[in-house]
């Protein structure tokens, strides 16, 4: 027999009739007519394919499958009701739960700073550990619980999970502290020229910016590319190069005050002599400009 073919209230009203031996008074204590427990009956023996009460001077007595039955029906009853009833709570000042977020580095440098001191008064005993968005299956880790909570631009995570909007960031070019070309604007011609250090961050929306780029016709002098967000800021400190971040990270990054070059809203048209639009990173504050990037925390629904 198929699982599928079982109504639980069938069940459900016979593990009631078998309490009480009668269609009446269950009937009453399930808040039902006599008539809709009598076609529920009629339905489970059909199902079933035995009588599974008669009627004797002494009310409904059970089948012996019926009675083979009643002990499997009400443990399984009683587990969803007990399922159903009952909450863990959460208790923060007690709890010693590992919570498993997905981030680049980004996040790590931007959120878990903050987080991990919020913590330490909130929820002292609970511990932190970071996985890669590109390190294995989010989408399945997510569903499955592996994984917690996803933060950051993962555009691979739209349909299915609660997202929250934290902020808008935007685009810049960082230099470093120094560079010749840092304190006056730059043209596109100029920006070409440049060498420039890419970084594949994998399932996440940081790429778009450098698609932009390319379907705009803007080829780059990529000279090195690397997996990781964190490492750019000491490369470009001592290398002549420069590399599109976001403006979350130049804040994170920004006791070294490094400068930063931000393009205007969309790439320059081919071949313009339009100057791009300069900023200097520091401490406590950076100029906003377009090419805006959205950063979401996602959770299972």
Same mark, same amino acid.
């Given at each position: ?129 970071? @996985?890669?968005?590109? &390190?294995? $299956? ?6 499955? !619980?592996?994984? #917690?909570? /996803? ?45 420039? @250090?890419?970084?594949? &961050?994998? $399932? ?6 450098? !698609?932009?780029? #390319?379907? /705009? ?85």
């Amino acid at each position: 027999m198929d699982l599928r073919e079982i109504d639980l209230n069938l069940l459900v009203v016979f593990n009631q009739l078998l309490l009480d031996r009668s269609v009446s008074t269950s009937a009453e204590k399930l808040g039902l007519t006599q008539p809709a427990v009598s076609n529920a009956l009629k339905r489970l023996r059909a199902v079933l394919k035995d009588e599974l009460f008669l009627r004797t001077s002494r009310g409904m007595e059970p089948t012996p499958y019926a009675l083979h039955l009643a002990e499997p029906v009400i443990y399984a009853l009683n587990a969803l009701q007990t399922a159903f009833t009952t909450r863990n709570s959460f208790d923060p000042l007690a709890s010693t739960r590992t919570f498993n977020l997905a981030m680049t580095d980004i996040g790590e440098m931007y959120f878990v700073p903050p987080l991990m001191n919020a913590l330490s008064e909130a929820a002292p005993h609970v511990r932190i550990s970071t @996985v890669r968005p590109n &390190a294995g $299956n989010l989408k399945e880790d997510m569903e499955s !619980g592996t994984v #917690d909570l /996803a933060l950051g631009l993962l555009p691979n995570l739209q349909t299915g999970f609660f997202q929250r909007r934290l902020f808008l960031h935007k685009y810049v070019c960082m230099f470093r502290k120094g560079h010749p070309l840092a304190k006056s604007p730059m043209t596109l011609k100029q920006f070409t020229e440049l060498d420039h @250090v890419g970084i594949l &961050a994998a $399932n996440t929306g940081h790429g778009e910016v450098d !698609g932009l780029l #390319d379907r /705009a016709g803007i080829k780059r002098k990529m000279r090195l590319v690397v997996p990781h967000f964190i490492a750019v800021g000491h490369i470009t400190s001592d290398y002549r190069s420069h590399r599109h971040f976001a403006g979350t990270v130049c804040r994170a990054m920004r006791s070294a005050i490094w400068s930063c070059y931000v393009p205007p809203s969309g790439p320059p048209a081919r071949h313009s002599n339009q100057p791009l639009l300069a900023c200097e990173v520091q401490p406590g504050s950076l100029q906003h400009v377009d090419s805006t990037a959205r950063c979401q925390a996602l959770r299972r629904q």
